[in-house]
């Protein structure tokens, strides 16, 4: 792939308003209609999810949404309606030396596909969108450091005896602070925790951590918890740069924190159904974060 589409909306209003503007569902239509063409042309069956950001509580018709899912045309358009209209969740779909698809700014969507799928589309023109070609390939994931661990069957079996304590594991499914899942995981269900996991995903994992609310963990990012954390999912609320005090944690019904950055000391990616892993995670950069403690 080495041709750049990009789609803005023409109108100032649907620039500034986004779905809230009175253009915005000619755009759409405009958007939908050259989104099927470009898949058209690209010969593409379905669109893989990558780099997915939740942000927000996913409504019921995303709730199986994931890194590596594939969407069928309608769903995937469908959610890139989403990601133009500020919506989210937001995520790329591709399919790899055909076409990709990320979200831009302003309504705008980027389509990165071949040569000779965008001469097919040179005179394809549009009353609502600006269609703006250009030379250019998709950005390289920038992971400097990804996490080397996989969660394979020797993992699984050592967070099983690690759960011999008190045991809290994250799933990181997505960025965003609606991209975790927490459990408390002990003997007894961690077969079932491996099981209930998302390919694709960062699992971290750490025993005996300090909960107990303390004024210094306001400053970072951090997790609270609502009491008792008995065996299973959890129920929490993430704090992305923190909290102003103690007072509105607890307020809202929470009266456990952790600090985010103690789950970066062991950590390993969920391969896909086949064992390969396919994702990358950035590492915490500290050595042996990959690790079991010992």
């Given at each position: 792939?080495?041709?750049?589409?990009?789609?803005s909306?023409?109108?100032?209003?649907?620039?500034?308003?986004?779905?809230?503007a009175?253009?915005?569902?000619?755009?759409?239509?405009?958007?939908?209609?050259?989104?099927?063409?470009?898949i058209?042309?690209?010969?593409?069956?379905?669109?893989?999810?990558?780099?997915?950001?939740?942000?927000?509580?996913?409504?019921?018709?995303?709730?199986?949404?994931?890194?590596g899912?594939?969407?069928?045309?309608?769903?995937?358009?469908d959610?890139?309606?989403?990601?133009?209209?500020?919506?989210?969740?937001?995520?790329?779909?591709?399919?790899?030396?055909?076409?990709?698809?990320e979200?831009?700014w302003?309504g705008?969507?980027?389509?990165?596909?071949?040569?000779?799928?965008?001469?097919?589309?040179?005179?394809?023109?549009?009353r609502?969108?600006?269609?703006?070609?250009r030379?250019?390939?998709?950005?390289?994931?920038?992971?400097?450091?990804p996490?080397?661990?996989?969660?394979d069957?020797?993992?699984?079996s050592t967070?099983?005896?690690a759960?011999?304590?008190?045991?809290?594991?994250?799933e990181?499914?997505?960025?965003?602070?609606?991209?975790?899942?927490?459990f408390?995981?002990?003997r007894?269900?961690?077969?079932?925790?491996a099981?209930?996991?998302?390919?694709r995903?960062?699992?971290?994992v750490?025993?005996?951590p300090?909960l107990?609310?303390?004024?210094?963990?306001?400053?970072?990012d951090f997790?609270a918890?609502v009491?008792?954390?008995?065996?299973?999912?959890?129920?929490?609320?993430?704090?992305?740069?923190?909290?102003?005090?103690?007072?509105?944690?607890?307020g809202?019904?929470?009266?456990?924190?952790?600090?985010?950055s103690?789950?970066?000391?062991?950590?390993?990616?969920?391969?896909d159904?086949d064992?390969?892993n396919?994702?990358?995670?950035e590492?915490?950069?500290?050595?042996?974060?990959?690790?079991?403690?010992?």
């Amino acid at each position: 792939m080495s041709m750049e589409l990009v789609l803005s909306p023409r109108s100032e209003s649907v620039r500034e308003e986004l779905a809230e503007a009175e253009a915005w569902d000619s755009y759409v239509a405009e958007l939908r209609q050259v989104l099927g063409v470009v898949i058209e042309k690209s010969a593409v069956d379905f669109l893989e999810v990558g780099e997915l950001l939740v942000g927000e509580p996913l409504p019921d018709k995303y709730l199986g949404l994931r890194n590596g899912a594939k969407l069928r045309i309608p769903q995937a358009i469908d959610l890139v309606e989403g990601m133009a209209a500020g919506r989210g969740p937001y995520c790329r779909l591709s399919l790899s030396g055909r076409l990709q698809i990320e979200s831009g700014w302003d309504g705008a969507v980027h389509l990165y596909t071949t040569r000779a799928v965008a001469a097919d589309l040179a005179g394809l023109h549009c009353r609502s969108t600006v269609l703006q070609w250009r030379d250019a390939t998709p950005e390289p994931l920038a992971i400097s450091d990804p996490v080397g661990a996989v969660a394979d069957d020797s993992f699984w079996s050592t967070v099983a005896k690690a759960s011999e304590r008190f045991t809290l594991l994250c799933e990181r499914w997505a960025h965003g602070a609606y991209g975790c899942r927490w459990f408390r995981v002990t003997r007894e269900n961690a077969a079932e925790v491996a099981r209930l996991v998302r390919p694709r995903s960062l699992v971290c994992v750490v025993s005996d951590p300090e909960l107990q609310p303390r004024p210094e963990l306001l400053e970072d990012d951090f997790t609270a918890f609502v009491a008792p954390l008995l065996p299973g999912e959890l129920a929490y609320r993430a704090y992305p740069g923190g909290a102003d005090t103690l007072t509105e944690v607890a307020g809202e019904g929470f009266s456990l924190m952790l600090a985010d950055s103690v789950m970066s000391g062991w950590c390993a990616v969920v391969p896909d159904s086949d064992g390969v892993n396919r994702a990358q995670w950035e590492s915490s950069g500290e050595p042996g974060s990959d690790r079991p403690p010992a």
